[in-house]
């Protein structure tokens, strides 16, 4: 493969990885969210939250748990080969 192509597909796999990443941190910065007895739903410093706030908290939590660890595996393949040179040099 081409090292410009593969070097535009590495930013095409890292760039939504690292927005889903860094935009539910920014979302959700009481993560995680736990049902509460009193509330319904609260964060980790206790604040109130609805149940549709739960549900978009848990569609980023599920996402990032399996969308991480196959963007990692794609970037890990797509630069074997540069890995690899790096990884003798050292």
């Known amino acids: 493969m081409?090292?410009?192509w593969r070097r535009r597909l590495t930013a095409l796999i890292l760039a939504p990885m690292l927005?889903?990443?860094f935009?539910?941190?920014?979302?959700f910065p009481d993560a995680p969210f736990k049902?509460?007895?009193?509330?319904?739903?609260?964060?980790k410093q206790?604040?109130?939250?609805?149940?549709?706030?739960?549900?978009?908290f848990m569609i980023w939590e599920t996402t990032?748990?399996?969308g991480w660890p196959i963007g990692l595996?794609?970037?890990l393949v797509l630069?074997?080969?540069?890995i690899r040179r790096r990884g003798l040099k050292s």
Not at 46 to 55: C, N
Not at 79 to 82: I, M
Request: hydrophobic share 35%; with cysteine; proline share 5%.
């Open 2 to 4: 081409n090292p410009l």
């Open 79 to 82: 630069n074997r080969n540069t």
């Open 64 to 66: 990032l748990k399996w």
């Open 35 to 43: 049902a509460c007895v009193a509330r319904g739903y609260c964060g």
């Open 19 to 21: 927005v889903w990443l």
């Open 23 to 27: 935009g539910g941190f920014y979302l």
């Open 73 to 75: 595996a794609a970037l």
């Open 46 to 56: 206790g604040q109130p939250h609805t149940e549709k706030e739960f549900r978009q």
